[in-house]
């Protein structure tokens, strides 16, 4: 399989997409957007986009023959060296798409896989994206993706070529994939041990989209320094800090983000660090109230929560960055450029957005607006739980936190 793409291998690329019927251009151009966020994630340069509106994709290649014509003319004009497209491509359709480019072919899940195992720093996290990662290329093997030559230990190992060969990498990698998940167990067994030793104190987890503002609100209620910046996926691994509000101790959990139509195998083999999300006493869902896609965004990490089953988990829903929000009138919000930034919380608690099933704040947190009202809430719901868990000691802490009392 190819190198990870980084900032010192710049590569070009252009991306695919198809418009179904259930979809309009707009929305798909917003998931096209989306894929060429994740391209520079990665460190490739997106040079153009494509698309095509089809009933389904074409079970062979995925789009139909005049299309993948013109993104073979672009591309042999362009010399461009990446093609990624926004669904996940089948062995035989990948297989057909790369002998028609003869160049090198992403989907969305392997894009999501490299762009994970280039952030991974921990041994955990790292044995969990090299075992999903393995687990997608097995079945999608071809002549062009056998890449693992310096794992054969030397020369007269190689089967011969074509389908030898592809079987011979295939026996590399089932026998990877055994070792990585006899690792993964002993490191999972050694996570829940050290979770069994914080049941004492009550548990927060932050969840959301990636990149909504998850490490910097974690930074601010911890004081704590946890990496964030404006990309997906800037956290990787479970940071968990202890936070004292109005002198209540507690654990906050930085979980990482999810994404629409996040790869199966990290799912999978990312549940046991997302047992910090299963075992918390309440979620914070933080949301991008900015991202035009906002609301898409809320249900893809509901469903996600879901599948990881801690749906029943109380939630505080934080509708983050309402400094870069923006309306024309009271009741009429868009997000063109051309309006006028939210100035009053009243008018956004008289949307939608305030009326959901749980409790919903609106801050910005890194222009600390409505902290304050921020900190309270959340006291309120930990102490009650503290509370009900430990009733002979709620008399120690006070009725409201005070101003800046939150540290490490």
């Keep these: ?33 989306e894929l060429a966020f994740l391209t520079s994630t990665l460190g490739a340069k997106t040079l153009r986009k494509f698309s095509q ?47 028609f480019f003869k160049v090198q072919v992403y989907d969305r899940s392997l894009l999501i896989l490299d762009i994970f195992q280039q952030r991974a720093r921990t041994a955990q996290a790292k044995t969990q994206v090299d075992l999903a990662r393995y687990q997608y290329l097995l079945p999608r093997l071809t002549r062009m993706w056998t890449h693992l030559e310096r794992q054969r230990g030397g020369t007269g190992t190689r089967g011969g070529a074509g389908e030898k060969e592809i ?14 998940e006899e690792k993964l167990k002993s490191i999972d067994k050694q996570m829940a041990t050290r979770r069994k030793h914080r049941d004492a104190l009550v548990r927060v987890a932050l969840v959301g989209y990636t990149n909504v503002g998850k490490s910097t609100l974690m930074n601010l209620l911890s004081k704590a320094s946890v990496f964030a910046e ?34 199966h195998q990290l799912v999978e083999s990312f549940k046991s ?59 009429e919000f868009d997000y063109t450029g051309n309006a006028k930034q939210v100035e009053s919380l009243e008018a956004l608690k008289k949307t939608w957005m305030a009326k959901q099933n749980v409790d919903v704040i609106f ?15 959340l ?30």
Aim: hydrophobic share 40%; proline share 5%; no cysteine.
């Design 1 to 33: 399989m190819g190198e990870i793409l980084t900032a010192k291998q710049p590569q070009t690329a252009v991306l695919v997409g198809v418009i179904l019927p259930n979809q309009t251009d707009e929305q798909v151009e917003e998931y096209l957007d």
């Design 273 to 331: 660090t997302l047992d910090e999300v299963r075992e918390s006493d309440i979620l914070l869902h933080v949301v991008d109230i900015s991202h035009p896609n906002f609301e898409e965004h809320i249900k893809v990490v509901n469903n996600t929560i879901k599948e990881l089953e801690a749906a029943e988990i109380p939630q505080i829903m934080v509708f983050n960055k309402i400094d870069q929000y923006r309306h024309l009138e009271e009741d």
């Design 379 to 408: 006291y309120k719901k930990v102490r009650a739980i503290h509370e009900k868990r430990y009733p002979y000691n709620h008399f120690l802490y006070p009725d409201l936190p005070e101003e800046g009392s939150s540290n490490a």
């Design 53 to 99: 509106r089809l009933d389904r994709p074409d079970s062979k290649t995925f789009v139909g023959k005049g299309k993948l014509e013109e993104i073979k003319a672009f591309i042999e004009e362009e010399e461009v060296e990446l093609i990624i497209f926004d669904d996940d491509l089948s062995p035989s359709q990948l297989r057909n798409i790369e002998k």
């Design 363 to 377: 801050i910005s947190a890194v222009k600390k607006k409505n902290i304050e009202a921020f900190r309270d809430l």
């Design 167 to 180: 079987e011979t990498d295939r026996r590399i990698i089932r026998k990877k994939i055994s070792l990585l």
């Design 230 to 263: 404006n990309k997906l996926f800037a956290t990787l691994d479970t940071t968990v800090r202890k936070v004292v509000l109005g002198n209540l101790p507690f654990l906050l959990s930085d979980t990482v983000g999810f994404i629409r139509k996040l790869p």
